[in-house]
């Protein structure tokens, strides 16, 4: 007999991202076609976009039966879109992953493999970045201050494509740039069982990233250590 095919979400907010939508979208529905042990249902959610974002998504979505998009009238950040996909979807499990098409949906496959294998939080490591080298330098030292606070060694602690089990994400505190803490707030919950692989971070062909340099130096560390307060405070315990 036949095992049931496991549900799972791919989530993508976006703004503003019509441009690298248009070659993303394409690719994720190649890759998933490929893919016979999964439900993979994909979220949009627009993040108040003035572009034709929106409609590109809507018109796919005329042919695509698990394509579904959510839609905030003006820009609330990511953060707010993902709290909006938990409240209003409930599979077991769900992928997050940028609009900015910096992420190869290939890695989508080498995901699924691990959670085939019993991985609860699987994290991809960008291992070849298109970034500046300062911007290098200051995801390492994120990552050492975060591995002394919470007394966990991974080789990365932020990534754009991360797959969670839904119940260790509690969201009704979420607030400010939490999204990008995700991961830990799924350890805290009690995810033991945790696998990083390296992937290849592509360069950016359109639009601007919204998180530069100048904020990743004075907004970073006092950010983390404000989460990392409302953490301990138990305020994301499941």
Same mark, same amino acid.
């Given at each position: 007999?036949q095992?049931?095919?496991k549900?799972?979400d791919? /989530?993508? #907010?976006?703004?503003? !991202?019509?441009?690298?939508?248009?070659?993303?979208l #394409?690719?994720?529905?190649?890759?998933?076609?490929?893919?016979?042990?999964?439900?993979?249902?994909? /979220?949009?959610?627009? @993040?108040g976009?003035?572009?034709?974002?929106?409609?590109?998504?809507?018109?796919?979505?005329?042919?695509?039966?698990?394509?579904?998009?959510?839609r905030?009238?003006?820009?609330?950040?990511?953060?707010?879109c993902?709290?909006s996909?938990?409240k209003?979807f409930?599979?077991?499990y769900?992928?997050?992953?940028?609009? @900015?098409?910096? @992420?190869d949906?290939?890695?989508i496959?080498?995901?699924l493999?691990?959670?085939?294998a019993?991985?609860d939080?699987?994290?991809?490591?960008?291992?070849?970045?298109?970034h500046?080298f300062?911007?290098?330098?200051?995801?390492?030292?994120?990552?050492?201050?975060?591995s002394?606070l919470?007394?966990?060694?991974?080789?990365?602690?932020s990534?754009?494509?991360?797959c969670y089990?839904?119940?260790?994400?509690?969201?009704r505190?979420?607030?400010?740039?939490?999204?990008?803490?995700?991961?830990?707030?799924?350890?805290?919950?009690?995810v033991?069982?945790i696998?990083?692989f390296? /992937?290849?971070?592509? !360069?950016?062909?359109?639009? /601007?990233?919204?998180?530069?340099?100048?904020?990743?130096?004075?907004f970073?560390?006092p !950010?983390?250590?404000?989460?990392?307060?409302?953490?301990?405070?138990?305020l994301y315990t499941?």
């Amino acid at each position: 007999m036949q095992k049931p095919r496991k549900n799972i979400d791919l /989530v993508i #907010p976006f703004n503003n !991202e019509f441009q690298n939508l248009q070659i993303l979208l #394409p690719q994720i529905l190649k890759t998933i076609k490929k893919i016979k042990n999964f439900n993979i249902r994909i /979220v949009f959610i627009d @993040d108040g976009s003035q572009d034709k974002g929106y409609l590109l998504i809507k018109n796919y979505q005329k042919k695509n039966r698990n394509i579904k998009i959510l839609r905030n009238n003006i820009k609330m950040g990511q953060t707010y879109c993902y709290k909006s996909y938990l409240k209003k979807f409930k599979s077991l499990y769900f992928i997050r992953m940028d609009a @900015d098409n910096q @992420d190869d949906p290939r890695n989508i496959k080498i995901i699924l493999k691990y959670l085939s294998a019993g991985y609860d939080l699987i994290l991809t490591d960008r291992k070849i970045r298109k970034h500046s080298f300062y911007m290098i330098i200051l995801n390492l030292i994120y990552d050492k201050i975060i591995s002394m606070l919470i007394d966990r060694k991974l080789d990365t602690y932020s990534s754009s494509l991360v797959c969670y089990k839904t119940n260790t994400i509690n969201y009704r505190y979420l607030k400010n740039n939490d999204h990008r803490y995700l991961p830990i707030i799924s350890i805290f919950n009690g995810v033991k069982k945790i696998k990083v692989f390296p /992937v290849m971070h592509k !360069e950016r062909k359109f639009g /601007v990233t919204k998180y530069g340099i100048l904020k990743k130096i004075f907004f970073a560390l006092p !950010e983390f250590l404000y989460f990392y307060y409302r953490l301990k405070k138990g305020l994301y315990t499941k």
